[in-house]
Nanobody, 122 residues
């Protein structure tokens, strides 16, 4: 069982940066692959990034490559998403997710956080 709590969202101007955090409960955090998704108003939830348990396998959606960076600190049970060069189209609720592998976490993860709002003004 894993519980996920996101933080770090907010309002930022285009071109700005934010860092999202996702704190996980449970002693087995280091065994889980972690991911980030987002959902904009009126759109389906979409995959953003994923990282395996050790941090040496990382995947990004094409729309965020080169701008967003996913990382994790297993000692702190936390996964991060650094958002740089933000655009208005990045506005969405960002969700943290966890599952046993990057393949699963990028598609149909079992565990979800409650989401944090990111709003990018033009």
């Amino acid at each position: 069982q894993v519980q996920l709590v996101e933080s770090g969202g907010g309002l930022v101007q285009a071109g700005g940066s934010l860092r999202l955090s996702c704190a996980a409960s449970g002693r087995t955090f280091s065994k889980y692959a972690m991911g980030w998704f987002r959902q904009a108003p009126g759109k389906e939830r979409e995959f953003v990034a994923a990282i395996n348990w050790s941090g040496d396998r990382i995947y990004y959606a094409d729309s965020v490559k080169g701008r967003f960076t996913i990382s994790r600190d297993n000692a702190k049970n936390t996964v991060y998403l650094q958002l740089n060069s933000l655009k208005p189209e990045d506005t969405a609720v960002y969700y943290c997710a966890a599952d046993s592998s990057t393949t699963i976490v990028a598609r149909t993860p079992h565990y979800w956080g409650q989401g944090t709002q990111v709003t990018v003004s033009s």
